[in-house]
């Protein structure tokens, strides 16, 4: 099977990291692929970055006002390829991405694959594993949050197209949009695929769009909030839901607050009082963050 993948690449006033992230796919060791790049009218030299490489870009202007999803949708509606790469341009790949992908598209059923990558951040580099699957995703992405990164993911664009399944465009939803797409690919039960080798680095910097946690958590709820209370139909106790997603959401805060102060009491007791409110839910996200890092520290050391 020889698949074309369609590499949907958003971009603004990026030019320097746009060229690395271009050159990353040019490496790619298979070579069956299309190039979109969606350019937010950058006033850099973006253009004339494109127009230096000899491979065919499709390249094409939008005007989105901040709103990524409009690039992400419009790349989307230009692709051709069976299957939808996204990548941002501060991202990169490497080179076997593609042919590893391809790969598992022969050996497994999924319409959604993401696989592991490095985050890059103040010079300092750290391992994400993506996932895990679980029974009842929906539920369980809605409440424990996202578990893919955009640019490690590629999805059916048949299955997409025929689900009616894009980005979110509302701005109360920007630096979650994709979020809210994963979720909708849970909420009409598409199959995932989760791949712990790393293809690719991520970069976080000062002007990346989820840069602000305050902002970036006010998306997140709502999203959750725009899910639960309008298109998840699992459960009738819609404010039960809430609060449970909204619970988890307090716990990974403490947790990551806890190790990153070296466990000051204050925190400590704020972790205890969450346990005590909501023990079943408190022992499921510890599981999820220990069986997560575990992770991520095995296939650091090997």
Same mark, same amino acid.
């Given at each position: 099977?020889?698949?074309?993948?369609?590499?949907?690449?958003?971009?603004?006033?990026?030019?320097?990291?746009?060229?690395?992230?271009?050159k990353?796919?040019?490496?790619?060791?298979?070579?069956?692929?299309?190039?979109?790049?969606?350019?937010?009218?950058?006033?850099?030299?973006?253009?004339?970055?494109?127009?230096?490489?000899?491979?065919k870009?499709?390249?094409?202007? !939008?005007?989105?006002?901040?709103?990524?999803?409009?690039?992400?949708?419009?790349?989307?509606?230009?692709?051709?390829?069976?299957?939808?790469?996204?990548?941002?341009?501060?991202?990169?790949?490497?080179?076997?991405?593609?042919?590893?992908a391809?790969?598992?598209?022969?050996?497994?059923?999924?319409?959604?694959?993401?696989?592991?990558?490095?985050?890059?951040?103040?010079?300092?580099?750290?391992?994400?594993?993506?996932?895990p699957?679980?029974?009842?995703?929906?539920?369980?992405?809605?409440?424990?949050?996202?578990?893919?990164?955009?640019?490690?993911?590629?999805?059916?664009?048949?299955?997409i197209?025929?689900?009616?399944?894009?980005?979110?465009?509302?701005?109360?939803?920007?630096s979650?949009?994709?979020?809210?797409?994963?979720?909708?690919?849970?909420?009409?039960?598409?199959?995932?695929?989760?791949?712990?080798?790393?293809?690719?680095?991520?970069?976080?910097?000062?002007?990346?769009?989820?840069?602000d946690?305050?902002?970036?958590?006010?998306?997140?709820?709502?999203?959750?909030?725009?899910?639960?209370?309008?298109?998840?139909?699992?459960?009738?106790?819609?404010?039960?839901?809430?609060?449970?997603?909204?619970?988890?959401?307090?716990?990974?805060?403490?947790? !990551?607050?806890?190790?990153?102060?070296?466990?000051?009491?204050?925190?400590?007791?704020?972790?205890?009082?969450?346990?005590?409110?909501?023990?079943?839910?408190?022992?499921?996200?510890?599981?999820?963050?220990?069986?997560?890092?575990?992770?991520?520290?095995?296939?650091?050391?090997?």
């Open positions: 099977m020889n698949n074309l993948f369609s590499i949907v690449i958003p971009t603004f006033n990026q030019g320097s990291l746009l060229k690395k992230c271009i990353s796919i040019l490496a790619q060791s298979y070579k069956n692929y299309e190039i979109i790049v969606i350019d937010n009218h950058s006033s850099d030299n973006t253009k004339k970055i494109i127009s230096e490489f000899k491979k870009i499709i390249y094409k202007k !939008i005007r989105n006002k901040g709103v990524i999803a409009k690039s992400r949708n419009l790349g989307i509606k230009l692709a051709k390829g069976k299957w939808i790469a996204f990548l941002d341009s501060d991202d990169q790949w490497f080179s076997t991405k593609l042919e590893k391809n790969r598992l598209i022969k050996e497994k059923d999924f319409e959604v694959f993401c696989n592991a990558e490095f985050f890059e951040k103040n010079n300092k580099v750290k391992l994400n594993i993506p996932g699957f679980e029974k009842n995703f929906y539920k369980q992405m809605l409440i424990k949050g996202n578990r893919l990164s955009t640019s490690a993911s590629i999805v059916n664009r048949n299955y197209i025929k689900n009616k399944i894009l980005f979110a465009e509302p701005k109360k939803f920007i979650c949009e994709d979020y809210f797409f994963f979720l909708e690919l849970a909420r009409k039960n598409a199959n995932f695929y989760f791949h712990n080798e790393p293809l690719g680095k991520h970069l976080m910097h000062n002007k990346s769009v989820s840069a946690n305050v902002k970036h958590a006010k998306a997140e709820i709502e999203v959750i909030k725009h899910h639960i209370f309008k298109l998840q139909r699992f459960s009738k106790n819609k404010k039960k839901l809430f609060l449970l997603a909204s619970l988890n959401r307090k716990i990974k805060k403490e947790v !990551i607050y806890m190790i990153k102060n070296i466990y000051k009491p204050f925190n400590l007791i704020n972790l205890l009082l969450l346990g005590l409110r909501a023990p079943i839910i408190f022992s499921s996200t510890l599981k999820f963050l220990f069986v997560k890092k575990f992770k991520e520290f095995y296939y650091n050391i090997f």
